[in-house]
C-alpha cells in the first residue's frame, strides 16, 4: 500500500453476513482502492459492476499483479482448516491476514500460513452494518505499526474499535459483544411476548418492544451518563419500573442468566480454537 492509510488492496475471502457489511463499510468510507472477493456464492448483486470490487474464485485467480494489503478472512470457523492453506502463497511482510472469525487464535494462523504470517485476530458485530460496530482486536507480532494504522482504519470503517494485547480476552470478547446482539434482539422477541401475555395485541406489543429497545439503545449511545443512572431516572420510587425491577434484580433474575449465557459463549468460543 502506499500514501497512509487510505487505497488500500483487499482480499475478502467470505463475503457473507459480516464481510458484506465491512465491505460496504469499505466502499462507503473509500478506505479501500480495490476489494477483490473470494466468496462460494458469488459476488451479490448489489456490487455486480462496480470498479472498485471484482470477484475472484480462488487466491490464484486475483487481478494481474494484485497483492493485497489486506486478506480479510470471513468464513465461518468450521470453513476455515479447508481454505486457510490455500492462501499460503500471499504470506510476506507486506500482506495483513485480518480474522474476523469466531475462536481461531494467532496460533492457529502462524500454524497453518507460516511462521512469517502477519496476523490480526478481530471479534466484529452486525451493527458493523448500519457503521455502528463494536471491533476488538490483537495483533500478532509481526504486524508494524502501518499495518496497525491500515486495519483500524477498515475496523473504524464500520464502527468503533478497541485494540488489545492479551488475545485470552478474545473469547469473553465474542461471547459479550460478538454475539450480544442476539441477546438484544431477543430480548426485543421476549418483551413483545410479556407484552402479549399482559393483554397488548401482538402487533402493537413487538412495535414497543422494538421501538423500546432502539430507542433506549441510541439514548445510550447519545447520553454520557452511565446505564446505572439512566436506568434510574426510568424509575420512580414504589412505581412501575420499580415493580418490575424488583423481578429482574432478584437474586434468581437477569443477572445469573446472562452470567451463565456468557460463560457459555466463552466455553464455545474456547471450543472453537480446538
Ligand atoms: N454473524 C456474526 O454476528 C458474526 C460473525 N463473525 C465471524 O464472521 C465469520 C463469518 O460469519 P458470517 O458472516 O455470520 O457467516 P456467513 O455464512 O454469512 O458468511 C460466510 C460466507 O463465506 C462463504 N464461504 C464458504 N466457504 C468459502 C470459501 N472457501 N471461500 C470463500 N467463501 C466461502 C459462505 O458461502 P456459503 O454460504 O455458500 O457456504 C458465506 O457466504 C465467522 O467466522 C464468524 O465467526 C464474527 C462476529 C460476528
Ligand atoms: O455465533 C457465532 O459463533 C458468531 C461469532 C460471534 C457472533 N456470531
Partial sequence: MSGGTSGAKLLLVGCGKMGGAMLDGWLASGVASHVAVIERAGLPDALVGNPKVSAATGPGDLPAGFVPDV???????????????????????????????????????????????????????????????????????????????????????????????????????????????????????????????????????????????????????????PAADLRKAVTSPNGTTQAALDVLMAEDGLQPVLTAAIAAATRRSRELAQ
Avoid at 487464535?105 to 502477519?118: C, D, M, N, S
Avoid at 490483537?138 to 482504519?153: E, G, I, K, S, Y
Fill in 71 to 225: 486478506v480479510v478472512l470471513a468464513v465461518k470457523p468450521q470453513v476455515m482448516d479447508s481454505a486457510l492453506p490455500d492462501y499460503r502463497p500471499l504470506v510476506g511482510p507486506g500482506t495483513v491476514f485480518l480474522s474476523i472469525a469466531a475462536g481461531k487464535t494467532i496460533a492457529y494462523f502462524e500454524q497453518t500460513l507460516g511462521e512469517g504470517a502477519v496476523v490480526v485476530r478481530s471479534m466484529p458485530n452486525t451493527p458493523a452494518a448500519i457503521g455502528r460496530g463494536m471491533t476488538v482486536a490483537v495483533p500478532n507480532a509481526r504486524v508494524t505499526a502501518d499495518q496497525t494504522a491500515l486495519c483500524d482504519a477498515l475496523l473504524r470503517a464500520v464502527g468503533d474499535v478497541a485494540w488489545i494485547d492479551d488475545e485470552a480476552l478474545l473469547d469473553p470478547v465474542t461471547a459479550l459483544s460478538g454475539s450480544g446482539p442476539a441477546y438484544v434482539f431477543l430480548l426485543v422477541e421476549a418483551m413483545a411476548k410479556a407484552g402479549e401475555a399482559s393483554g397488548l395485541p401482538a402487533d402493537l406489543a413487538m412495535r414497543l418492544a422494538r421501538a423500546t429497545v432502539s430507542g433506549a439503545g441510541e439514548l445510550l449511545n447519545q447520553s454520557p451518563q
